[in-house]
């Protein structure tokens, strides 16, 4: 199962992938059914995740039924925990919207919620990240996770984000972060997949960042708190929610 994974992940576009997931979903949650791991985005429990990774896959990460990785089961247990995203009235910006979290946000009666992606048959609104076609200060959370990798000018994208965020509003901007590099580490002389692949980990990305990411975003405006971590929770739950160990998730502010 997972070697067919990662054949599909190497062979087919983004969209075609989502596509496919939904006629396979249904049978990977009953062949995977057990109680070694739980997706907190539903509850439901496992015997084991699947691999997931377009070189080196990584085992136990993707859930059988909401598709999450650790990065979105980090994202939902500080949503659910730590802020009122579940109850309050918002207007929700959501980039590159994960399948993770599509369809349960847009049932939310006490979300005003936008997608928007310059590709993907799952947005609203199809737009270039680095010039939005929206007013200045009208979000109150914005979310962009694993999009700024692609992108080779980040920071005109981060401030575009930062335009259109109204004051006090927040959002978390997850980026593949190598946390032993001091430095963001980009070569735009770099454009074929294959060399792309070796070295920025994967073939459509232009860079790794560096722990000095948090201190881009901060360039484009933003306050940024770095204090919520996988390293807050328990060995065991990190091992039950299947976490990655010392995730950092990067939450930004408007003042």
């Known amino acids: 199962m997972e070697y067919l994974l990662k054949k599909a992940l190497n062979l087919f576009p983004r969209p075609w992938l989502i596509r496919m997931s939904y006629v396979a979903r249904p049978f990977l949650v009953q062949f995977y059914k057990g109680n070694n791991y739980v997706d907190p985005i539903d509850g439901k429990s496992y015997r084991k995740l699947l691999a997931y990774g377009y070189e080196n896959p990584r085992p136990n990460v993707l859930s059988p039924s909401t598709l999450s990785l650790e990065r979105h089961r980090l994202m939902w247990l500080y949503l659910k925990d730590e802020t009122n995203f579940f109850s309050a009235p918002l207007k929700v910006l959501h980039i590159a919207p994960e399948q993770a979290f599509l369809k349960r946000f847009r049932k939310m009666s006490n979300l005003d919620y936008t997608t928007l992606d310059i590709e993907s048959p799952l947005a609203d609104i199809k737009a270039d990240i680095r010039e939005l076609p929206l007013e200045d200060d009208i979000y109150d959370v914005i979310f962009c996770n694993h999009v700024l990798e692609h992108i080779p000018e980040d920071i005109q994208a981060m401030k575009e984000l930062y335009r259109v965020m109204k004051p006090g509003g927040w959002g978390i901007f997850q980026v ?65 929610y299947a976490l990655m160990k010392g995730e950092i998730l990067p939450i930004v502010k408007k003042p």
């Open 176 to 240: 593949p972060i190598k946390y032993d590099k001091q430095e963001t580490y980009e070569d735009f002389s770099i454009t074929s997949p294959q060399e792309r692949q070796k070295h920025f980990g994967q073939y459509d990305h232009v860079r790794w960042y560096g722990i000095d990411y948090f201190e881009r975003l901060r360039s484009a405006g933003f306050e940024v708190d770095t204090t919520y971590a996988t390293s807050q929770f328990s060995v065991e739950e990190q091992r039950k």
